[in-house]
């Protein structure tokens, strides 16, 4: 046992200045846990309530709006325009665009750039549909079916336009959304480097843990001292509860991956698509137009895919992707009361640390005086 004097004071020392290392430690650790999992939760849930979304109804837009296109020229090519003007499948899947592009910007999450390419994309909708509405006016009169025709072009030609069309703004604009997600899923607190930010401290109070056993042990002859041993399985508590939160960023990335596969799969058949009435826009400005247009209507026809037809259309359904990704994001939100049990084990364990050494402090403490 040890003996009164300068030595139990040098003990005293050493064990009030291991205890405040450990608790420190354990304030550490517990903080940078909580900043952790409470970083990658907040860019989950912002993937989740914007990015991804963003990226996604952009695509949607475009689909809508091909199918919109698609829908107004059978309309015309049959006659049922003369009748019913447009259609309601082309003003359906018009509403449906634009509901997904208020949905952009609310999403928006390629800041000032994004909102300029969206300006310009609902200015030339606003047009593209003009076009359409004269369209209709003028074909429902035989001596202007003519002029609807021309309209008509004009407005595919505004959809289509291989510079600076619709459909090809939209690619800009789901590009840009798309890049905004890929960065978000790769840096800031998703960044593999963010896991050194609480694993290296955690295993610093492990070992210092270790340590103190060691200590107490040395200068007691007791195997174990069980305070400290509880903190320590605690703390391994601790890291697997914050290591979900790497799971969570894992998930999230996962959904990323649905979210490119989801692009690039509609946009393997967005060609064909858009391309699958073209035949009867041809046909159309042939029968109405004729010589008066030029070789307006032989350029249209050169881009018309060989065999007469365009192919059968193979792009992926974004309503069915979105779905998809949602219930992948929704799985990788874990609820927040995590936080709020980080939180206790980190206090868990700095109450365990001043019970370890609460005895051999005050044993000392007594011998002193």
């Not at 021309?150 to 590009?175: C, E, F, K, Q, T």
């Not at 192919?311 to 219930?327: C, I, L, Y």
């Not at 700095?350 to 019970?355: C, D, F, I, T, W």
């Amino acid at each position: 046992m040890p003996h009164p004097g300068g030595g139990e004071m040098s003990t005293l020392r050493r064990l009030r200045r291991l205890r405040v290392w450990l608790l420190a430690a354990t304030a550490v650790v517990t903080l940078a846990a909580l900043a952790t999992f409470a970083g990658i939760q907040s860019t989950v849930a912002g993937v989740r309530a914007g990015t991804a979304p963003a990226v996604l109804e952009v695509v949607a837009a475009q689909d809508a709006l091909v199918e919109a296109d698609n829908a107004v020229v059978i309309s015309f090519h049959t006659g049922q325009a003369a009748l019913i003007g447009p259609g309601e499948r082309h003003q359906s899947e018009l509403v449906t665009a634009r509901q997904s592009l208020a949905q952009v910007a609310e999403h928006n999450a390629a800041g000032a750039e994004g909102s300029r390419a969206l300006q310009v994309v609902e200015g030339l909708l606003a047009g593209y549909a003009n076009f359409v509405e004269q369209a209709d006016a003028h074909y429902r009169q035989p001596e202007t079916r003519m002029l609807g025709a021309a309209d008509l072009w004009y407005a595919s030609r505004l959809m289509h336009a291989p510079d600076n069309g619709i459909l090809v703004r939209l690619g800009a604009l789901a590009d840009l959304q798309h890049t905004a997600l890929r960065e978000q899923l790769s840096g800031g607190w998703l960044a593999p480097a963010v896991a050194a930010l609480w694993l290296l401290p955690a295993l610093a109070l492990l070992g210092l843990l270790g340590y103190a056993q060691f200590e107490l042990r040395r200068r007691f002859r007791r195997r174990w001292n069980f305070w400290l041993a509880g903190a320590t399985a605690v703390l391994l508590g601790l890291i697997v509860t914050t290591s979900f939160g790497f799971g969570s960023a894992s998930g999230a990335k996962d959904a990323g991956s649905t979210v490119d596969m989801a692009v690039a799969e509609w946009r393997s058949g967005a060609v064909a698509e858009a391309a699958a009435a073209r035949p009867e826009l041809v046909s159309l400005l042939r029968d109405h137009c004729g010589p008066d247009c030029g070789g307006v209507v032989d350029e249209l026809a050169a881009t018309i895919p060989d065999g007469g037809a365009a192919p059968a259309a193979t792009a992926g359904d974004p309503a069915d992707d979105g779905r998809r990704v949602t219930q992948e994001l929704a799985a990788a939100d874990l609820p927040a009361f995590t936080e709020y049990l980080i939180a206790g084990l980190g206090l868990a364990i700095a109450g365990l640390v001043v019970a370890g050494f609460r005895r051999r402090i005050d044993e000392y403490r007594f011998r002193s005086t």
